[in-house]
């Protein structure tokens, strides 16, 4: 298992969200001037989509840093809470400039316009490219950290490629058809603002379950038992109570012991099981263990 400081973790998620901020700022800007001289909504759609990823990652940025504050006399089980909290705010980020998008590209469906200007095509396939790099960095970053909210706004930036690519079949279908296909880089957009919906909803989820206290997948939970079922005096595993609390896990677990023992040495198996699960994954700020009568097995 390799080292894990939380710290460092918090600190790796704000630097590459801070690369994201940058890059979305400066494709916002560029999207922008060119849907509006290139006559394309679904271009300004997009750098709706790129400025929402700026406040969204400022959000992400926020919830990192919270999350990274160690804990306190009213925060006893540290700020972790912080980080899903905004993947939260991120995904519902996500819904609302979905809506505006939704919106928009219906009033420009029904109100007639020209198509949009070539160029506007040579600039989506440079914001594809960029935002499909951009995330699979953010991604391997929040995989790597164990962040929600850092793998909700790697999909932010997977979201905006999303966007791009429905815009750049729309005006190439606009300018190949001609006169009559003026709307479809507005149905582009229309339709990417579904996918975005979407992936809002599946980014939505493991974050709201992580504020919820449910339980990490069962891997996690059957490698803790396994782990302390063979620290020395330990008989077997009655409960055990896992939470993740932003990028750090917390453990509740209940160990059978020799009911005969003294009870010094049933607190120091406390300590070993406590010390052992620790030492085998870092990511364990901290665990509870409380110690069980083999008296217990017998009542089974």
């Known amino acids: ?25 400066f494709l916002a800007i560029i999207k922008a001037a060119a849907g509006i001289w290139g006559n394309s909504y679904a271009l300004v759609a997009d750098a709706i989509e790129s400025t929402a990823d700026v406040f969204t990652s400022v959000i992400v940025l926020t919830g990192l840093k919270i ?19 905004a993947g939260m705010i991120v995904a519902s980020g996500l819904v609302v400039a979905a809506i505006i998008i939704i919106f928009q590209s219906i009033h ?21 490219i960029s935002k499909e790099l951009l995330f699979r960095f953010v991604i391997k970053v929040g995989e790597n950290i164990e962040s929600s909210s850092v793998k909700n706004d790697a999909w932010h930036h997977r979201s905006d490629a999303v966007t791009s ?19 479809a ?41 396994m782990r302390a079922s063979i620290v020395d ?22 160990v059978i012991v020799d009911r005969n023992l003294p009870v010094h040495t049933g607190h120091l198996i406390g300590h070993n099981v406590k010390d052992e699960l620790m030492k085998f994954n870092p ?8 110690i069980e009568p083999n008296i217990i097995i017998a009542d089974k």
């Open 165 to 183: 690519a429905a815009a750049f079949i729309g005006i190439s279908i606009a300018l190949i058809g001609g006169k009559g296909y003026e709307e």
């Open 1 to 25: 298992m390799k080292n894990f400081n939380s710290k460092k973790s918090a600190e790796k998620g704000i630097r590459s969200t801070v690369v994201g901020i940058l890059v979305s700022i």
């Open 67 to 85: 999350a990274a504050k160690p804990a306190d006399s009213n925060h006893p089980y540290g700020h972790g809470k912080a980080e899903p909290l």
């Open 233 to 254: 005096g330990v008989m077997g595993i009655d409960k055990c109570f896992v939470r993740k609390m932003g990028l750090e896990y917390f453990v509740d677990i209940h």
């Open 283 to 290: 990511k364990i700020s901290d665990v509870l263990v409380h």
């Open 108 to 128: 420009e469906i029904i109100t007639p316009h020209h198509a949009p200007a070539p160029f506007t095509l040579i600039v989506l396939v440079a914001v594809i």
């Open 185 to 225: 880089d507005d149905i582009a957009a229309l339709f990417a603002s579904l996918i975005i919906i979407l992936n809002a909803y599946r980014l939505f989820k493991p974050a709201f379950f992580e504020i919820m206290d449910t339980a990490p997948p069962s891997n996690i939970l059957e490698e803790i038992k």
